[in-house]
């Protein structure tokens, strides 16, 4: 993890349930990608967003290198991203 950023919006009270979505909204760049996390209250109001920049790290050198496009498919939607 090279960043991690999160952003309040709003509150719950004792009791109240959020949904969570975890989600990749665009492809990879280089050896980085960011992976998105929205917590939601029953209304759909966002009232958590959190953003975490991710690195890919070739084990035998320890150095960043490119995500393979094998590594990023499975998390693009229907189609690919559009770059």
């Known amino acids: ?13 004792l009791g ?6 975890t989600f990749i909204d665009r492809g990879p760049s ?29 084990l035998a050198s320890q150095r960043l290198c490119r995500v393979p496009a094998e590594v990023a498919a499975p998390f693009a939607p229907d189609g690919g991203w559009q770059v």
Do not use: L, P
């Open 1 to 13: 993890m090279t960043r991690h950023e999160i952003d309040y919006r709003g509150n719950i009270a």
């Open 16 to 21: 109240e349930s959020v949904t969570a979505e």
């Open 30 to 58: 280089g050896a980085r990608f960011d992976r998105r996390v929205d917590f939601r209250k029953t209304d759909g109001k966002v009232i958590v967003s959190a953003r975490t920049t991710w690195a890919m790290i070739d």
